[in-house]
């Protein structure tokens, strides 16, 4: 937050919006940042495993807040940035 309060008082003309889902947000901006096509990537997730899947699921998007937070904090590293690799359709 305090690094957020520092960019916007550098540049006062921006404007930064959260959300919990796409759901809270309007049609134009569910267009211009998911839907339309020129500026999305849509990439493909293969699935190994099914029930290490399905337990990571239940963790990340249950209603077990709590092991949901431990999950995120044991697991993941903000200091990471993950630029994922899209690759063109055919390409392994």
């Not at 520092?6 to 404007?15: D, F, R």
């Not at 293969?46 to 209603?63: F, N």
């Amino acid at each position: 937050d305090d690094e957020l309060s520092n960019i916007l008082a550098k540049k006062p003309s921006y404007m930064v919006q959260r959300y919990k889902g796409l759901g809270e947000m309007n049609a134009s901006q569910l267009w211009e940042t998911t839907m339309d096509p020129a500026r999305r990537n849509l990439i493909q997730v293969r699935v190994e495993d099914m029930v290490d899947s399905d337990k990571k699921t239940q963790i990340l998007m249950g209603e077990n807040v709590s092991l949901r937070k431990s999950w995120i904090d044991n697991n993941i590293s903000f200091d990471i940035v993950d630029n994922f690799e899209i690759k063109k359709d055919g390409e392994e």
